[in-house]
């Protein structure tokens, strides 16, 4: 996904903590770490767009993902909203707000 990154890529929004967090990352390394940190806790098992809105350079979407977590083996569909904006065909701002309350059930022991 980085590849479609630009180098001063800015990742706004919430995280895929139990809790309501407004996170900022800047620059494709600090995107990379956060994006790392994701895949080591969560494995993506497949998403559905449910609504998409193109509008110039900006993207608006509303998905479900079916997520698992590595370390319990537990998986529920999280409805997750991402936010994106483009220049000259790279993510400039990428915004991502998860459902808080199934990352919680996600993250139960």
Not at 39 to 53: R, W
Not at 87 to 106: H, I, K, M, Q
Request: proline share 3%.
């Amino acid at each position: 996904m980085l590849e479609f990154a630009a180098p001063d890529i800015v990742f706004k929004g919430g995280t895929w903590l139990s809790y309501p967090l407004n996170a900022r990352f800047e620059g494709r390394e600090a995107c990379k770490a956060l994006s790392h940190a994701v895949l080591v806790a969560y494995e993506n098992l497949g998403s559905t767009i449910n609504k998409l809105l193109i509008d110039g350079d900006r993207v608006a979407l509303h998905r479900t993902a079916r997520i698992r977590n590595r370390g319990t083996g537990k998986t529920v569909s999280v409805e997750i909203c991402n936010f994106l904006r483009f220049r000259d065909g790279l993510v400039v701002e990428f915004s991502e707000y998860p459902d808080t309350a199934a990352v919680a059930r996600l993250d139960e022991q």
